[in-house]
């Protein structure tokens, strides 16, 4: 009886890892999906849109505290693109990368609601997927709602790493590579 423990704690241990991977693989997806929703998101705005910020009240000299700024990385419009950009998740699919077994999340619908120029090959899509994806994202959106709107409200390089790798650690960044660096 003795090595069966044992046989159940190893079995245990290599399911708990393979859960604890598929889940980072999750988490991670959603992350890099997630940034690249909104990086698009933001570059739909025309560059001239602003909005006013600041205080409406008048102030003893008759003067107001407001000062225009570039509506696109406004604090206003990330609050409501991350209310709306995790129903975008049902546009992606799931695929597995050959060489390291890891689960990859891509776009499979275009921009425009048709069909991705992606070969769908090996791409599974349904509503588990996505549902399952979405979840993850509003989590993400969520706990991290603060660092999403740090990150966005100004114009920075590889937001997918220092974001979904450095900052919050869902990603594991030797094992994911984006499929914009291939």
């Not at 696109?72 to 597995?96: F, N, P, W």
């Not at 997927?129 to 509003?138: D, N, P, Q, V």
Request: charged letters at 30%.
């Amino acid at each position: 009886m003795k090595g069966w423990g044992w046989l159940a704690l190893l079995l245990g241990a290599l399911l708990g890892s393979a859960w604890a991977r598929r889940s980072q693989d999750l988490h991670c997806g959603a992350c890099r999906a997630l940034v690249d929703e909104l990086e698009w998101e933001i570059a739909q705005v025309d560059p001239k849109k602003t909005i006013q910020m600041g205080s409406f009240r008048i102030n003893p000299d008759g003067s107001q505290s407001v000062v225009e700024v570039p509506y696109a990385r406004s604090e206003a419009h990330l609050t409501e693109l991350l209310e709306e950009v995790c129903d975008r998740m049902k546009e992606y699919g799931e695929q597995i990368d050959l060489s390291t077994h890891r689960k990859n999340y891509v776009r499979v619908v275009g921009r425009n609601g048709e069909s991705s120029e992606l070969d769908l090959q090996g791409i599974r899509i349904d509503s588990d997927i996505s549902g399952t994806l979405k979840f993850a994202c509003e989590s993400i959106v969520e706990e991290y709602e603060d660092e999403l709107i740090e990150f966005f409200s100004r114009e920075a390089d590889n937001v997918k790493d220092k974001l979904c790798s450095k900052r919050t650690d869902l990603c594991d960044h030797a094992l994911h590579i984006s499929h914009d660096e291939l």
